[in-house]
């Protein structure tokens, strides 16, 4: 599914930076440009803070590269069955990074798409992934077929780690869902969302600020209720913010210019807070900043997690939200 | 060597007591606790009162960082809306009920302590070495995150509390970390009684014990009812099983607890 991240009102207050990796790394790479009085390299003439790595405690996965069984008109990449900008990546490319990242300490895995049970590995990439640490998956919910469900129980019971499934909805209802998603997509979900139920695997279900009203406090009462409904008497609910780049761009608006960061307003320690200061995303084309800007070629950091520890400029509009919304990839 | 260490007491000062008489049966060398003294429970002052009658020394947890700085909220690190909301009835709760000059010696508590015992490095802290109010939870702890931890911050043992539930991991090269549990409220399971932890290290090996604390829970759910505390607080005290601040618990944890 198009990852969205969620927004909590308030950005947690900003962790000491952990010895290790900020100080080795800061000799291993020269300083960014633009970093500290600097002139910035980024939009207009505003200079754009820097994010470092604190630790690499999440590693994201674009587990189906951008190919879709759906097509949203708010996806962030612009995922379909036809978009083969990042292609599926394979058990093989999922365990040289997993291999990586027990050098690097990482905390959590997350794998994305495009649909990731689109996958044919996908099942073997969690067992692989389960052994080394907790997963979440993120999935528009169409493919979670009976034995899928089970089998996702079977390694949520067997590994010491934590699985977690995402599941988006993008509305209360089948109408206001279907209008971003496509007709009929509503009714595929709910049967996989009862076969998750007959599993007994709660999932967190994640609905964009697309859903009106979802993101007040009335709005995620009824959403609640909505879950309740679907069989899930421990409702867990995440609302996530929507980024205006890729099909969201059409839907809505793009960014405008003065929704940029800048390092007058922003000083990089404080930069620290967000969650690019803290993950990675794996690609078939190589390792990105962030799992939001797969499709900007400068937030390629480079071809292997070791390659990416350095600082990184915060010079897009997705990088305003992040900051403005407080997004958190966590559950 | 014998240590104990108290995780989040959340003015559960029956608790406290009960868990100091039993240190001082087991011919302990050291006990320290591991902040967060306040939440949840009644008569937040009587936590600190004991603690400083007794001489036990310990650590700032998120809370005595937000009180003695008269913050407007715990800082616990919850993201829903749902955990938030309980958190912020026992803050503003404990707020009120603490005087300020517990709030003044709370400023004087140190962020971590660290010693050498038994030839091992200790590091106490209340979430994580790296945050006050990081969640280090079983299920999303794996061992090379932790040992990166240890690495980092120098340590052989780190004692953290801040997520409510108990564990411990043995690591490379004889290194460990271990969550020491609360003695606030329990450990959502079923049972009523909360948790301290032992730990004898003598020659570099470590041996890690989880102790039972039984106190009289019915005598401190009449007092949070006294004290209009919610409802669903008392439920956890008497049933234990959590029903606030739950929705932070990772999917593993989750489906452990009843709600």
């Keep these: ?331 | 060597m014998r240590l104990a260490f108290l995780g989040g007491i959340y003015s559960n000062y029956h608790a406290l007591a009960a868990a100091l008489d039993d240190i001082t049966r087991r011919n302990v060398d050291a006990t320290y606790f591991l902040g967060d003294l306040g939440a949840f429970g009644p008569h937040p002052d009587r936590v600190p009162e004991l603690l400083i009658v007794r001489g036990i020394p310990g650590i700032q947890g998120n809370y005595e960082e937000s009180l003695s700085t008269r913050a407007d909220d715990c800082h616990c690190g919850y993201t829903d809306p749902r955990d938030n909301h309980y958190a912020q009835i026992s803050y503003d709760y404990t707020f009120a009920n603490t005087r300020d000059a517990y709030k003044d010696w709370m400023a004087t508590l140190p962020r971590e302590i660290r010693f050498t015992a038994g030839g091992l490095r200790f590091l106490l802290v209340h979430g994580s070495p790296r945050t006050i109010n990081e969640f280090l939870w079983r299920s999303t702890s794996p061992d090379v995150f932790l040992e990166k931890l240890c690495n980092d911050y120098d340590a052989d043992v780190i004692v953290c509390t801040h997520t409510g539930l108990h564990w411990h991991k043995s690591l490379s090269e004889g290194r460990h970390v271990l969550n020491a549990g609360v003695l606030g409220r329990p450990a959502n399971d079923g049972r009523a009684n909360v948790w301290y932890t032992l730990v004898d290290v003598n020659e570099r090996i470590v041996d890690v014990t989880f102790v039972p604390v039984h106190y009289d829970h019915a005598l401190l759910a009449n007092e949070m009812r006294a004290e209009n505390l919610p409802e669903q607080f008392v439920e956890t005290i008497l049933t234990g099983w959590w029903t606030t601040c739950l929705e932070i618990l990772p999917s593993k944890e989750r489906t452990a607890g009843r709600w």
Excluded at chain 1, 31 to 56: D, F, I, M, S
Excluded at chain 1, 250 to 273: G, I, K
């Design chain 1, 1 to 331: 599914m198009p990852s969205h991240l969620d927004p909590v009102p308030v950005p947690v207050p900003a962790p000491a930076p952990a010895p290790g990796v900020g100080a080795s790394e800061a000799t291993a790479f020269p300083p960014a440009p633009g970093a500290g009085a600097g002139a910035g390299t980024g939009t207009g003439n505003k200079r754009h803070p820097h994010v470092q790595l604190r630790a690499l405690d999440t590693l994201w996965f674009q587990v189906a590269g951008t190919i879709c069984n759906i097509e949203c008109t708010h996806c962030f990449i612009s995922c379909s069955p036809r978009n083969h900008s990042h292609e599926m990546m394979s058990l093989a490319d999922v365990q040289r990074s997993l291999d990586d990242a027990r050098g690097l300490g990482v905390r959590e895995y997350y794998f994305t798409g495009g649909e990731p049970f689109m996958n044919r590995d996908m099942l073997a990439i969690l067992e692989a992934t389960l052994k080394q640490g907790p997963a979440t998956v993120l999935t528009n919910g169409m493919l979670l077929r009976p034995d899928v469900c089970r089998r996702l129980r079977e390694l949520f019971d067997a590994s010491e780690y934590s699985l977690d499934i995402r599941v988006s909805l993008d509305g209360f209802d089948a109408e206001s869902h279907d209008a971003i998603r496509g007709k009929g997509v509503w009714d595929r979900v709910m049967i996989g969302l009862r076969n998750l139920a007959d599993a007994g695997v709660n999932p967190v279900i994640t609905v964009t600020t697309a859903a009106e009203g979802v993101a007040s406090e009335e709005g995620r009462a009824r959403f609640l209720d909505v879950i309740r409904g679907f069989g899930f008497d421990r409702p867990r609910l995440k609302v996530l913010s929507l980024f205006r780049i890729g099909a969201e761009e059409n839907r809505t608006r793009a960014y405008e210019e003065w929704e940029r960061l800048n390092a007058e307003s922003l000083s990089d320690e404080e930069a620290s807070v967000l969650q690019c200061s803290s993950c990675r995303m794996v690609t078939s084309k190589g390792v990105y900043v962030c799992p939001i800007l797969i499709e900007e070629p400068e937030a390629r950091m480079g071809a292997t997690l070791g390659e990416t520890l350095r600082p990184f400029q915060l010079r897009y509009g997705a990088c305003h939200t992040c900051w403005v919304d407080g997004v958190t990839c966590r559950t």
